[in-house]
């Protein structure tokens, strides 16, 4: 109960919109929410968030079953927005190999995490929205400028250790042509367009 309304559990609202709802709304949803549980900001067990596979073993085949199992096979707690959940699933959607996730860079006392790295290919891919650069909450106290040029020297000190780097925003990230295009460009392989 949540002020005096019947709700259900996350772990099975989760798996209800896994296996009703669009693929990238659920891919969003089950990454956010396994990104909470790991991060310790969501109760586990009883009422609280309980277990994903558990939850979706208990709906019938006919019902969505393989659906959620699919999205929790394709869920990933590293995913650090809904921008790099999205992309995620239209880089599925192209072919493009898996990316690591989150992985770190450091140069000199500094050190970075990515949203998207290639190892076998040494590249680099991050999704942007522009909050990260316009929204005060986010800036830290910092000025629009002086978020840009951080996330300049950034780019620079990665782009020393990579062979490729790529950004793109919003609408890359929901467009596999868009998205496609963006990633052959830096160097990744398409299969499908």
Do not use: C
Request: no cysteine; charged share 30%; proline share 4%.
């Amino acid at each position: 109960m949540i002020d005096g309304l019947r709700v259900t559990s996350m772990a099975r609202t989760v798996i209800d919109l896994a296996r009703q709802s669009d693929l990238m709304l659920a891919i969003v949803v089950a990454d956010a929410a396994l990104k909470r549980k790991a991060e310790g900001s969501v109760a586990t067990g009883g009422d609280g968030f309980g277990d994903l596979g558990e939850e979706v073993s208990r709906i019938p085949l006919r019902h969505g079953e393989a659906r959620g199992r699919h999205v929790l096979e394709f869920a990933d707690e590293r995913s650090g927005s809904a921008g790099e959940s999205i992309s995620r699933v239209t880089m599925r959607r192209l072919g493009v190999p898996k990316p690591v996730l989150q992985q770190e860079f450091s140069e000199g006392n500094d050190t970075w995490f990515v949203d998207f790295w290639w190892p076998g290919l040494r590249i680099v891919g991050e999704f942007d929205g522009d909050a990260k650069y316009l929204n005060p909450e986010m800036r830290s106290g910092r000025s629009a400028a002086e978020v840009v040029l951080a996330e300049k020297k950034r780019e620079d000190a990665i782009r020393r250790q990579v062979s490729g780097f790529v950004r793109w925003g919003w609408a890359e990230a929901r467009s596999p042509r868009l998205l496609g295009a963006r990633l052959a460009g830096a160097g990744l392989p398409i299969s499908s367009w």
